[in-house]
């Protein structure tokens, strides 16, 4: 339960922070299809970044703690963002698929 409560401070401080200033940019006209995707991309690169940034100090990053992580950045983004929850379940389905990968870069 304390990691638990760790990882959420720390995605707290984090999310908020970089979902801030991106939303402020979100706010403006709208945008094409192409723009629309391309900032998605964005957001999903943004999102596993912070997602890495809860793990660095976990002792273990199992399969489990992975998700807890995803499920709080996502959740955190939802809050500051107006996301389509069509949108936000698409990244965080591309954050789970990532799984390995970023087990991966903890492992070395």
Same mark, same amino acid.
């Given at each position: 339960?304390? +990691?638990?409560?760790?990882?959420?401070?720390?995605?707290?401080? +984090?999310?908020?922070? +970089? &979902?801030?200033?991106? &939303?402020?940019?979100?706010?403006? %006209?709208? =945008?094409?299809?192409?723009?629309?995707? %391309?900032?998605? +991309?964005?957001?999903?690169?943004?999102?596993? =970044?912070?997602?890495? =940034?809860?793990? =660095?100090? %976990?002792?273990? *990053?199992?399969?489990?703690?992975?998700?807890? &992580?995803?499920? $709080? *950045?996502? %959740?955190?983004? $939802?809050?500051?963002?107006?996301?389509?929850?069509?949108?936000?379940?698409?990244?965080?389905?591309?954050?789970?698929?990532?799984?390995?990968?970023?087990?991966?870069?903890?492992?070395?």
């Amino acid at each position: 339960m304390k +990691a638990k409560s760790f990882l959420k401070g720390l995605a707290t401080g +984090a999310v908020v922070g +970089a &979902a801030i200033g991106v &939303a402020t940019g979100l706010l403006t %006209a709208p =945008k094409s299809g192409k723009e629309l995707r %391309a900032e998605l +991309a964005d957001y999903s690169k943004r999102m596993r =970044k912070d997602v890495e =940034k809860m793990l =660095k100090n %976990a002792k273990q *990053v199992s399969r489990d703690v992975y998700e807890n &992580a995803v499920d $709080e *950045v996502t %959740a955190m983004y $939802e809050k500051v963002k107006s996301f389509d929850k069509k949108d936000l379940l698409e990244i965080k389905e591309n954050l789970m698929n990532e799984w390995e990968t970023v087990v991966k870069k903890f492992q070395k």
